[in-house]
């Protein structure tokens, strides 16, 4: 089975530019979780959808950062206007879904941003 | 406030030696607690998980326990390698919906 899905790996950008991670889950899976993970430190949840609906998205910056998981399949976060403490790896995870009762979360490879 | 805590230090063993890495709580009440392996430049990968009202978890080397009185969970690795050498993260569910709180984890050396 395919795992979960990013990109791009890496990405170098200017503070104040704006940038798009898109992640695809894996097949079936009803949630998705995007997670910023600092060096150092664990993940952190920005975002969680169930289908294409936003379950929590208390810890999201919604000044700068955004969502979308339009036909509840793939997804895109994106940034706007990063600031340089957006450095960080951003982790897209997806598991089979709420009601299933099956809690393990499947993450992708992440998606490595630096600020400059 | 609500804290997750892991050793920060990194815990540096002999191969074949039993590792032990513990993540402490509060200020939550979790039904259950995971514990992931994280690589360098990749993401977690779940190991196992234990629930409120189990004491303890088994799969091949490794085990985990879960004392809700004491708010603490304990990882063991027996007899391990040095392919086990990685950082090892807790995380628990906040609010029951899957929403994970993750500790900061504990870098593991296995030397042979």
């Known amino acids: 089975e395919a795992g979960v899905a990013q990109s791009p790996r890496y990405k170098i950008i200017e503070k104040r530019q704006s940038v798009a991670f898109w992640c695809n889950p894996i097949?079936?899976?009803?949630?998705l979780y995007w997670y910023q993970q600092i060096l150092g430190q664990g993940p952190k949840l920005l975002i969680q959808?169930?289908?294409?609906?936003?379950?929590?998205d208390s810890q999201l910056p919604k000044d700068r950062f955004s969502a979308e998981r339009l036909k509840g399949v793939d997804s895109t976060l994106k940034i706007q206007p990063a600031k340089l403490e957006d450095s960080a790896v951003y982790l897209c995870?997806?598991?089979?879904?709420?009601?299933?009762?099956?809690?393990?979360?499947?993450f992708g490879p992440g998606t490595r941003l630096l600020v400059l | 406030s609500q804290k997750i805590e892991q050793n920060s230090e990194a815990l540096n063993i002999q191969e074949g030696k039993t590792a032990t890495l513990t993540c402490n709580y509060t200020n939550y009440s979790p039904a259950y607690l995971q514990w992931y392996r994280q690589d360098p430049g990749r993401g977690p990968v779940f190991l196992l998980l234990i629930r409120e009202n189990e004491k303890e978890k088994r799969k091949e080397r490794l085990k985990v326990t879960f004392d809700t009185t004491l708010k603490q969970s304990l990882f063991h690795i027996t007899a391990s390698q040095p392919a086990d050498s990685a950082t090892y993260l807790c995380?628990?569910?906040?609010?029951?919906?899957?929403?994970?709180?993750f500790g900061t984890g504990t870098r593991l050396l296995v030397s042979p």
């Open positions: 995870a997806s598991s089979p879904g709420l009601a299933t009762g099956q809690e393990t979360q499947y």
């Open positions: 097949s079936g899976h009803a949630t």
């Open positions: 959808f169930q289908n294409n609906g936003v379950v929590d």
């Open positions: 995380a628990l569910d906040k609010t029951g919906f899957q929403k994970l709180v």
